[in-house]
């Protein structure tokens, strides 16, 4: 088994999630996009969206390269980092392995995965379902490894995005916490405004310990 493998059934039997859905994120502020990531947008999707690779290259990448551009004085010295590509392999025994499209870190470089993280990003090419049900895995999978690293984290966040919707989730004290509502890339600014306020929250609990 792999994050990818993973059902409902498997993560309230393996390790006793409880799910429930609600609004996550009704106070926060919203940001205006861009020129630049307006333009690249518009050009990158004139290139045609096939599959998950080319979405999260042409739609995904940008948006997140934007959030990465309103942090950078945000956490001393540019601690934040988002990570493209790579294995967060916990314990293969519990099926907590597997690449992850994107993670959201508060410390390290660029290219190196480094505790904690706070927020993974699951790139699926049509089906949100099955996405959000990856990303809650990948999160269990991400507090486990920031216990390890003695970096925890009582808040986590996923999201699983098909490019231009988005879904997120929020997982605390045990227990996924779906959102109703879905994002989309017409409404950039209020995508990018919950994207901030998980960057912000999660800085705050760090930074303030």
């Given amino acids: 088994m792999a994050y990818s493998s993973f059902s409902y059934t498997d993560l309230e039997e393996k390790f006793g999630i409880k799910f429930k859905e609600k ?3 009704s106070n926060f502020k919203k ?3 861009s020129k630049w990531l307006i333009a690249a947008l518009q050009r990158l999707k004139k290139l045609g969206i096939g599959n ?3 979405r999260s290259e042409r739609i995904i990448t940008p948006i997140l390269a934007e959030v990465a551009s309103l942090n950078e004085n945000l956490l ?3 601690l934040f980092a988002i990570i493209s590509g790579v294995n967060l392999d916990v314990d293969v025994s519990l099926g907590l392995n ?5 993670m959201f870190a508060l410390g390290g470089s660029q290219e190196l995965m480094s505790p904690p993280i706070f927020c993974i990003a699951e790139a699926k090419r049509q089906d949100l379902e099955a996405g959000i049900i990856q990303a809650s895995a990948q999160v269990v999978g991400a507090r486990i490894y920031n216990e390890k690293k003695k970096f925890p984290l009582e808040t986590l966040y996923g999201a699983t995005t098909t490019g231009e919707v988005w879904r997120f989730l929020k ?3 045990n227990e996924i916490t779906f959102d109703k509502n879905r994002y989309f890339i017409d409404n950039l600014s209020k995508l ?3 994207l901030q306020n998980i960057v912000e929250i999660s800085a705050k609990s760090v930074f303030s310990k």
């Avoid at 597997?98 to 994107?102: P, Q």
Wanted: glycine share 8%.
């Fill in 52 to 54: 998950e690779k080319s």
């Fill in 23 to 25: 609004i996550l994120f």
């Fill in 31 to 33: 940001i205006k996009p």
């Fill in 76 to 78: 001393n010295e540019s």
């Fill in 192 to 194: 990018l405004g919950v």
């Fill in 171 to 173: 997982y605390e004290k």
């Fill in 98 to 102: 597997g690449e992850c499209d994107f």
